[in-house]
């Protein structure tokens, strides 16, 4: 079964307004085995709105609409249903009479607008909305289904899960699963990792392949759908192997993220973490203490910006600073320095030329060192786009070299 989603807000396109309902409906979608092929944000226009709702209603089977059925002129969700199927416009005398019933029991008088909620395009069933006034709308039109549903999202959600999903899957004709895996890689860009996977790519239909990349990590997404979670873990299962071997750089799947990798090792090992960072100003620090339960491993952070800091508190000695403090020397000097001044185990250090203008080096110049009980090791690292991206980038080249450390794997 084939979904679209829409939502219905002004306030959404002028961003005033963060739009968590797609995002919700869809992993709820996704969960149920039903498909969502688009999602489109309409502002309260009735004229758009009734043509959103018509293209959906030609290309897909049901269609879901957050917000607009509200009390307020601005709330035309009902009306842009009945512009778009030509349904007259119904009344609900039950609904009117628990409106009244809802404001009474709070002990006020209920605005006369509100009875507009109790308006309906003919033929529509009314979803019982337990947290709110406006009921939910089920309608089936022509062997479509449309549900409108609140734009707050305490409301839609309980709708939603209460009685869209069921009623989806039921048309759909039982449960269905809708299993993703998402592989984590590092070290290789978008383009390459595509092209190392395009002919696993072009064979496949269920599961598929998708990629994605944020922070210089590349992920694959591959998505199987089945009767059940089994038979969906066993059509990803031969893929993901296969992606494995062919690329050589997974280091982790969905949650397992580069922080509480770091973390789940530094616990085997019971070993603490600190950082020493110059270019970055802190940012390796702040996606390690992000996560909860981060003060049982992360002693501190020593952010050396200028020089003298690097000399006077973790003391790199003079000469090497004067030789270069974008260098390896550099790095390790502040790491071993932080290991000292934090009482860390491990240190990851970040010295560089983060621009926009060249420190010492061409901008993009990143140095990176790890000092453990075991041992210290330096990097140099060249990072592509702007200082915003070189920082990002290397934040999460910091955590990569982190976790090779700290498992003992290193690098070369």
């Given at each position: 079964m084939n979904v679209e989603v829409i939502a219905v807000g002004t306030e959404l396109l002028l961003g005033q307004i963060v739009n968590t309902n797609l995002a919700t409906i869809g992993r709820a979608l996704a969960e149920a085995g039903l498909d969502t092929?688009?999602?489109?944000?309409?502002?309260?226009?009735?004229?758009?709105?009734?043509?959103?709702?018509?293209?959906?209603?030609?290309?897909?089977?049901?269609?879901?609409?957050?917000?607009?059925?509200?009390?307020?002129?601005?709330?035309?969700?009902?009306?842009?249903?009945?512009?778009?199927?030509?349904?007259?416009?119904?009344?609900?005398?039950?609904?009117?009479?628990?409106?009244?019933?809802?404001?009474?029991?709070?002990?006020?008088?209920?605005?006369?607008?509100?009875?507009?909620?109790?308006?309906?395009?003919?033929?529509?069933?009314?979803?019982?909305?337990?947290?709110?006034?406006?009921?939910?709308?089920?309608?089936?039109?022509?062997?479509?289904?449309?549900?409108?549903?609140?734009?707050?999202?305490?409301?839609?959600?309980?709708?939603?899960?209460?009685?869209?999903?069921?009623?989806?899957?039921?048309?759909?004709?039982?449960?269905?699963?809708?299993?993703?895996?998402?592989?984590?890689?590092?070290?290789?860009?978008?383009s390459k990792v595509a092209d190392l996977l395009s002919d696993i790519y072009d064979g496949l239909t269920n599961p598929t392949m998708a990629f994605l990349a944020s922070a210089a990590e590349i992920k694959v997404r591959l998505t199987a759908k089945a009767a059940t979670i089994e038979e969906a873990d066993a059509l990803i299962a031969p893929v993901e192997a296969a992606v494995r071997e062919r690329l050589g750089t997974v280091f982790g799947a969905d949650d397992d993220t580069l922080e509480s990798l770091i973390f789940r090792a530094l616990g085997e090992r019971g070993w603490t973490i600190g950082t020493a960072e110059s270019a970055t100003g802190g940012m390796v620090v702040a996606r390690l203490t992000a996560v909860p339960g981060a003060s049982d491993f992360v002693r501190g952070s020593v952010v050396s910006y200028a020089t003298e800091v690097k000399e006077q508190v973790l003391g790199v000695p003079a000469q090497t600073l004067a030789a270069?403090?974008?260098?390896?020397?550099?790095?390790?000097?502040?790491?071993?320095?932080?290991?000292?001044?934090?009482?860390?185990?491990?240190?990851?250090?970040?010295?560089?030329?983060?621009?926009?203008?060249?420190?010492?080096?061409?901008?993009?110049?990143?140095?990176?060192?790890?000092?453990?009980?075991?041992?210290?090791?330096a990097r140099t690292m060249r990072m592509p786009g702007d200082r915003e991206r070189i920082r990002t980038y290397t934040t999460t080249a910091a955590l990569h070299l982190v976790r090779l450390a700290v498992t003992g794997e290193w690098w070369t």
């Open positions: 092929y688009r999602q489109v944000v309409v502002g309260d226009n009735l004229e758009r709105l009734a043509e959103a709702i018509r293209e959906g209603l030609a290309q897909s089977d049901a269609i879901i609409l957050t917000g607009g059925i509200g009390p307020t002129q601005d709330d035309i969700t009902r009306e842009g249903i009945c512009a778009a199927t030509g349904l007259g416009m119904g009344y609900s005398d039950e609904w009117a009479a628990h409106l009244e019933e809802w404001w009474a029991r709070r002990g006020s008088e209920m605005p006369p607008n509100n009875l507009k909620q109790a308006e309906h395009p003919t033929g529509a069933v009314l979803i019982p909305n337990p947290k709110g006034t406006a009921p939910g709308l089920d309608l089936t039109i022509d062997g479509k289904r449309i549900f409108a549903l609140p734009g707050v999202p305490a409301e839609m959600k309980l709708m939603l899960a209460d009685h869209v999903i069921p009623a989806l899957v039921e048309v759909e004709g039982g449960p269905a699963v809708l299993r993703s895996r998402v592989l984590r890689s590092y070290g290789l860009g978008e270069g403090v974008v260098s390896e020397e550099t790095a390790l000097a502040m790491a071993a320095g932080a290991r000292s001044v934090l009482g860390a185990d491990v240190v990851v250090a970040v010295t560089g030329s983060a621009g926009p203008d060249p420190q010492e080096r061409e901008v993009g110049t990143m140095v990176l060192a790890v000092a453990t009980p075991e041992g210290a090791r």
